[in-house]
């Protein structure tokens, strides 16, 4: 009897034909070359666990980010026996937020989807909770739960405890897009939606597969493994509608006030976003996610704009009369609550979401991929005489002025000395000289920047001076506390190498400390940064701003980030004192090191305004509320 036809049998359907066909598959690199060979038959008899497993590899899926318990014990056996014949990688963790930020990391910033796997209950719902980051910035990677069996004998323990179906189905249903795997033979489609979801041209973002404990071992029979489907590949699509083209085109040539505001959505499009910046003459804003798109001393990049921004990306938003929209879905602090253009006459969007690309009035809604429609533009721009040269000339001798006075203004506030903290009793650096001076090691050696939520995010992206995307992530659009740390284990997980550098605070440190373990687990190599400020500084400083006293922002424990860190064997912990010169020698010293280093740096928070680089535009929060609704009900966009 040949292998395929022995591999299939009910004798092999245990471990003994797990093994079978992993190593059938590691043999010949693939499972696609595999079936080629005929080392595999197109029709097996497998558990659900085993198949989904097949699934994902034909979806190019074989990295795995774990934390097995008892709703998971079935596929956790597959994967160790699919790992341990070289055919999947499995990354075990500590802690289910950790481990989903992980994987957005490793999905984002390296390209490679995987799959973070939970058991039931708890560690569902954290990796749930910590998958917000994934689909805030669209990141797509499978999340996969145990979940409670489908027989109803009693309520399994960590179930929700409520007489309802599906109830952790209808929850991440409510994240994303969810299936439950109620019925094993549902795999084809659960694994279809799957890839429309994760590997979505437009927006994608994290796939939740729940799995019941009873429906893992449950066998198919006769999986015909072509029938499961590929990795999804989206035609690009242009605009069919000439003529709205050309009304774009007209309105960029009517209008000499052009700002264009690139989101995140615009990061894989740098090159034909600069010539039609050019072409158009419009004052470039952007996106604490956009940040590279064009270079830093591109004339006319106005760095970024919004509730924190700067104060050249907010004097463009503020006095241009025609917003070029491109891959941004206008959040609040992006767009000041929807008043940051109010002089907006006219929108033009591109963008292939529908909802992102209606959501201004007055809009020419140009729907499509953003390199194809650009191109479309540019293309019908030449077909249009330009009414207003002079006058746009002279608008970018403005933009231009303005962004001077930022250069400026940057220049003195990240030249401040060491200032006297009253918490730390004695001059520590200030955040922006320390960032700053991060951020410059950082473009020397070629790292990529990870940046946290809360004061250092803020006054990172103020502060980065990228040439192009993918050297600075900031988790914007989720904000979550600790997610800069987590990425750096991806690091090690990753098929290409990049050094990343995490840019984070004493409190988001605090939220995922057991990542230096998983990090040093998984062979990362990589710096995380501590600015210890040793409060929450950007809601101290948002009180202060709106009621003139902060509250419970803070506490009097000092923690010795150098002695936690050293703590755990494999970790450089540095101190990376009180000079810019010390902290230099910290991150040099960070870099040499082959593995993961940490460097403390105590900084400066105060109301003293040369500690930060300020805010400059506006949002619906708190007292301001009123005065921001009152101008969005009298804004023409």
């Not at 231009?400 to 203004?409: E, I, M, V």
């Not at 997610?483 to 190498?497: E, H, I, L, N, Q």
């Amino acid at each position: 009897m040949n292998q395929s036809i022995e591999i299939t049998t009910e004798s092999l359907l245990g471990t003994k034909g797990q093994q079978a066909r992993a190593e059938a598959i590691a043999r010949f690199g693939s499972l696609e070359q595999a079936l080629v060979a005929g080392a595999l038959p197109q029709r097996l008899t497998v558990t659900l666990s085993e198949a989904l497993v097949l699934g994902l590899l034909k979806q190019g899926i074989s990295k795995y980010l774990v934390i097995l318990g008892h709703g998971s014990t079935d596929l956790g056996e597959v994967l160790r026996v699919y790992t341990q014949a070289g055919v999947t990688q499995v990354y075990n963790f500590r802690n289910e937020v950790e481990m989903a930020h992980a994987g957005t990391a490793l999905a984002w910033a390296w390209g490679e989807p995987c799959a973070v796997v939970t058991s039931i209950g708890p560690g569902a719902l954290q990796a749930m909770a910590g998958s917000l980051a994934a689909a805030c910035n669209g990141v797509g990677l499978y999340h996969i739960y145990g979940d409670e069996t489908t027989w109803g004998e009693g309520y399994n323990m960590q179930q929700i405890p409520k007489p309802q179906q599906q109830l952790y189905g209808q929850m991440t249903a409510l994240m994303g897009q969810s299936y439950v795997l109620h019925t094993p033979q549902a795999l084809r489609d659960a694994l279809r939606r799957g890839t429309q979801c994760v590997h979505h041209p437009v927006k994608p973002g994290p796939f939740y597969l729940l799995l019941p404990i009873n429906t893992q071992p449950q066998v198919i029979h006769d999986l015909h493994l072509d029938a499961l489907p590929e990795a999804l590949q989206a035609v690009r699509t242009a605009v069919a509608d000439t003529s709205t083209l050309d009304r774009a085109a007209k309105a960029l040539r009517r209008h000499a006030h052009i700002v264009m505001k690139v989101g995140g959505g615009g990061r894989a499009f740098a090159e034909p976003l600069r010539e039609l910046a050019e072409r158009c003459g419009a004052a470039v804003v952007l996106s604490p996610g956009s940040t590279g798109v064009l270079p830093d001393a591109h004339p006319q990049n106005m760095h970024v704009g919004g509730s924190k921004g700067s104060i050249s990306g907010n004097y463009a938003m503020s006095n241009a009369t025609l917003l070029l929209a491109i891959g941004t879905r206008a959040v609040c602090q992006s767009d000041c609550s929807g008043v940051g253009y109010p002089l907006v006459e006219q929108v033009i969007n591109i963008n292939a979401d529908l909802a992102d690309l209606s959501h201004y009035n007055r809009t020419l809604a140009l729907q499509g991929d953003i390199g194809v429609v650009v191109a479309q533009l540019l293309s019908a721009l030449e077909m249009v005489p330009d009414e207003q040269a002079p006058a746009r000339a002279a608008w970018r001798a403005a933009c231009a002025d303005s962004k001077a006075a930022w250069k400026g203004f940057l220049r003195e506030r990240q030249a401040v000395p060491p200032l006297f903290d009253t918490v730390w009793q004695r001059t520590v650096l200030t955040e922006p000289a320390a960032i700053k001076l991060a951020c410059d090691f950082a473009k020397s050696v070629g790292a990529i920047k990870f940046f946290d939520a809360g004061d250092v995010q803020a006054n990172g992206f103020q502060t980065v001076e990228d040439d192009a995307p993918g050297q600075t992530y900031t988790e914007t659009g989720a904000s979550y506390m600790g997610f800069a740390t987590c990425a750096v284990t991806a690091a090690g997980m990753a098929r290409t190498k990049k050094y990343p550098i995490a840019f984070t605070g004493d409190g988001s440190f605090m939220m995922n400390p057991q990542a230096l373990i998983s990090a040093v687990e998984h062979g990362a190599r990589g710096t995380i940064v501590v600015f210890d400020n040793r409060r929450m500084a950007a809601i101290s400083s948002l009180q202060h701003a709106q009621y003139g006293q902060d509250f419970r922002t803070n506490d009097a424990v000092a923690v010795d980030y150098v002695q936690l860190a050293s703590s755990v064997k494999g970790v450089l912990a540095l101190w990376g004192g009180e000079d810019t010169a010390s902290l230099l020698d910290a991150l040099k010293r960070a870099h040499a090191h082959d593995g993961l280093a940490l460097v403390h740096v105590p900084v400066y928070a105060g109301e003293r305004p040369e500690g930060g680089l300020g805010a400059y535009g506006s949002w619906n929060v708190g007292n301001w509320c009123d005065d921001v609704q009152q101008r969005y009900l009298a804004t023409l966009i």
